[in-house]
């Protein structure tokens, strides 16, 4: 009965695929399998790093501790995907007709080959996410059951976690499917999924905020237009901004919140759409991907207290009053980023070219050249310069999404294809149950106390033994 099922779900598999990316998948895998079980081979023993108390104690900071291989964020050049810089991404990855903004479609590509794709594989990529974007209907009434007072990040979250029925890992280890499998399975949940999650953002868009009917998916458009279009948008510029925003916000490496959750979670093997609920809860933090609601929040409180055409002077005075209230000034500094985040320029750059009299944009300029001689001034911040939370609100806003509670949905759309790319990869190479061994406060103590004496005098003291 088990073998029949399983044949079954490959069925259902191999039946959706009009693209090429899981084949060039395949003919990547065994090379780049063979690449780390070398390198492993040579070098397991060898320490990467160390760490402090203060880091054990701070949220486990610049620890290295964990595989990504689909992006690195450095401190002063910003988040690189397979390699490449957002600049880079931008000038190379295919682009809709007529438009500037790279295709997200293309960034999933790139996440899960390390490879440029062709305009041609990009284009098949967008026919398959097509044909894959319909939701079960228990999921659709979910969601039309919710009153509007739910954010829509737990409408998100509860509907993706709904939407675990359709998965295909689980109907196939439930089946018995072999080790070597997880990935094509993980694959397959993952594609399903990214191609989902906007027809599953735009119901609750529609449904809490307007008349709840979803324009239906046209399979001749691109992920990004489709879901503009279920959203209630026809302008060409917006449609062009949700490919910049939903390219951006792709990937951020694997130890922020949201990705190192799916990656934990997927350690415990469950499927695809658990994991990637699970990260949305994190994500839906403000000190993670609420920031960019909160940042809009405070742009509007400030205009609505000083209004348009303020002066430094008056930014100045704002922002000291911000901080001396006890509050932080939302959209600048990061935990790793050390210069002005690139996700930020490549937003000021696109608001330069299609809303430069935008007021709120002009707003934003001024805070760019006020904000970070006020912090570097209070002297607390290690990094003063905007992130990409201080533009994206105020571009959604311009051309007329102006529910700032909705804003991190979209973040989570864009989200799913580097944290899904990461969890395929993690299945490839078989990557074990995350278990790190935590301490208490009395035995970090006892620890020191134990390490000092032995450094002090290695021949009469036992070298310390972390606590069991």
């Given at each position: ?64 501790g964990l595989v990504c291989e689909t992006s690195v964020l450095d401190a002063d050049e ?25 295709l997200p479609e293309a960034t999933l590509w790139l996440l899960m080959t390390g490879e ?166 994190g994500l839906a933090g403000p000190l993670h991907g609420l920031a960019n609601q909160e ?174």
């Amino acid at each position: 009965m088990a073998a029949i099922m399983l044949r079954g779900v490959r069925a259902m598999s191999k039946s959706s695929h009009h693209s090429t990316l899981k084949k060039r998948l395949q003919e990547i895998i065994p090379q780049k399998v063979a690449e780390v079980k070398e390198f492993r081979s040579k070098h397991d023993n060898y320490t990467i790093g160390s760490y402090t108390l203060a880091q054990a104690y701070g949220g486990m900071r610049g620890i290295k501790g964990l595989v990504c291989e689909t992006s690195v964020l450095d401190a002063d050049e910003g988040i690189r995907y397979r390699g490449y810089s957002l600049p880079e991404v931008s000038k190379l990855l295919p682009k809709a007709p007529g438009g500037s903004e790279p295709l997200p479609e293309a960034t999933l590509w790139l996440l899960m080959t390390g490879e440029i794709p062709t305009s041609e594989q990009v284009h098949g990529l967008s026919h398959d996410l097509a044909s894959r974007a319909s939701i079960p209907k228990h999921v659709t009434d979910l969601i039309a059951s919710f009153p509007q007072h739910v954010h829509p990040m737990s409408q998100f979250v509860s509907a993706v976690s709904a939407m675990q029925t359709e998965s295909k890992f689980a109907m196939a280890y439930a089946a018995g499917m072999s080790k070597a499998h997880y990935w094509d399975y993980t694959f397959e949940d993952s594609l399903d999924l990214i191609a989902k999650l906007p027809t599953v953002a735009a119901q609750i868009y529609r449904n809490t905020f307007k008349d709840g009917v979803v324009a239906a998916i046209d399979p001749t458009k691109d992920w990004s237009a489709n879901f503009a279009t279920m959203l209630g948008f026809s302008d060409p510029n917006f449609m062009e901004l949700l490919r910049l925003y939903l390219t951006i916000h792709a990937d951020h490496e694997g130890g922020n919140v949201s990705a190192h959750t799916v990656h934990l979670v997927g350690s415990a093997l469950s499927d695809p759409y658990l994991c990637f609920s699970a990260g949305m809860c994190g994500l839906a933090g403000p000190l993670h991907g609420l920031a960019n609601q909160e940042v809009l929040l405070w742009l509007t409180n400030l205009r609505n207290k000083i209004g348009d055409n303020v002066s430094e002077a008056q930014l100045k005075e704002f922002i000291w009053d911000t901080l001396k209230s006890g509050q932080v000034v939302p959209g600048y500094g990061h935990a790793v980023l050390r210069k002005t985040d690139p996700r930020y320029t490549s937003q000021r750059e696109f608001a330069l070219k299609h809303m430069p009299n935008d007021p709120m944009f002009q707003l934003v300029s001024k805070l760019y050249h006020v904000v970070p001689p006020v912090l570097l001034a209070q002297g607390k911040a290690k990094n003063p310069w905007p992130n990409v939370d201080a533009h994206s609100g105020i571009l959604l806003q311009h051309y007329g999404l102006n529910e700032a509670s909705y804003y991190t949905v979209l973040f989570g759309v864009s989200r799913a294809i580097g944290v899904l790319s990461s969890l395929t990869w993690d299945r490839i190479f078989g990557l074990p149950l995350e278990r790190p061994k935590s301490m208490s406060t009395s035995g970090l103590k006892s620890f020191i106390a134990q390490d000092i004496a032995f450094k002090a005098n290695p021949a009469a003291n036992k070298a310390p033994e972390n606590e069991e």
